[in-house]
């Protein structure tokens, strides 16, 4: 990996930073309504509106209040929550851990599962073992996540009572929201590792490696799986990012105490500096983990060097 590379995606990752707090800003601008009439409601004196809206800076021009914000998102101040009454970021970050718990959940769930039915699936082409490996991710990537997470708890939460329905403390919690939010991933993974297991196995190096005599278990693991993990590598990088736009959604069936359940009560109770802050991070968790997938493909794939 050269320093040129790394500079050009470093500065490339910042770029996409900025367009993201450019978004994120606009998006309080694109809203039907003024946001001061919103937070304050129907009842509040035009008085009291012209002082929410000059405490905010909307009495500006625009690319003011743009400058405005920048400089204060730069520093970490979006402000404070309106219905908390404490700095937004503090407020979005503190439910940041139960996210990332629940994303990196529901990630090794479906990596453990879904590479090892996808090896599977491409040994055995065209077997029992194939056809039901590709049932599963036709199962997995047709499910919405609302539907299956709902199902889940009525089966194995109200009737069995197996699992608990919500809330997050015990391993026990983490059960069945890792399980929805990983669902679709699986069939991703199953379908794209026997995609690139297929193409690997008739390689001629694996050939080779048979004809010198290794074991079975070494031809797949360090030669067949190594070559045909390279485009896994890069889907999973940007399906992070699917997981963390997912989370809102699971967070919100489990009362998963996470930054997508908080972002959902802040946009029905018109907390934009919750909403601002909490599109943000995940905007940039976003870039950062894109841009860590792609020095690792770089140091993975010696083409790429």
Request: net charge positive; hydrophobic share 55%.
């Amino acid at each position: 990996m050269t320093f040129a590379y790394l500079v050009t995606r470093s500065l490339q990752s910042l770029l996409l930073i900025w367009l993201a707090t450019l978004v994120v800003f606009l998006l309080l601008h694109i809203t039907p309504g003024d946001p001061a009439t919103l937070i304050l409601g129907d009842q509040a004196t035009p008085e009291q509106v012209a002082d929410l809206r000059r405490s905010m800076g909307l009495d500006r021009p625009l690319h003011a209040q743009y400058g405005r914000f920048l400089t204060h998102a730069v520093r970490g101040d979006f402000g404070l929550s309106i219905r908390a009454q404490q700095p937004a970021l503090s407020y979005v970050l503190a439910r940041l851990p139960a996210t990332l718990q629940l994303s990196a959940g529901a990630f090794a769930f479906a990596v453990l599962t879904g590479i090892p039915l996808g090896m599977l699936a491409a040994m055995k082409r065209l077997s029992l073992w194939d056809h039901g490996s590709m049932f599963v991710a036709l199962l997995g990537q047709s499910m919405p996540v609302y539907w299956l997470g709902l199902m889940l708890i009525v089966i194995f939460a109200v009737h069995l009572r197996w699992l608990p329905a919500s809330g997050m403390g015990q391993p026990q919690h983490l059960v069945l929201p890792a399980f929805t939010l990983g669902t679709f991933l699986i069939g991703l993974i199953i379908r794209l590792t026997r995609s690139s297991m297929l193409d690997v196995l008739h390689r001629e190096y694996i050939r080779t490696a048979r004809a010198k005599g290794l074991s079975e278990h070494i031809v797949l693991v360090r030669h067949a799986l190594k070559n045909a993990c390279l485009p896994v590598v890069t889907v999973l990088g940007l399906q992070m990012g699917t997981l963390l736009g997912g989370a809102v959604i699971t967070e919100t069936v489990f009362a998963w105490p996470g930054m997508g359940m908080v972002t959902v009560t802040a946009i029905h109770q018109r907390d934009y500096p919750v909403v601002q802050s909490a599109v943000l991070v995940l905007a940039v968790l976003v870039v950062l983990i894109n841009w860590g997938v792609d020095i690792v493909y770089h140091c993975l794939d010696p083409r790429m060097r």
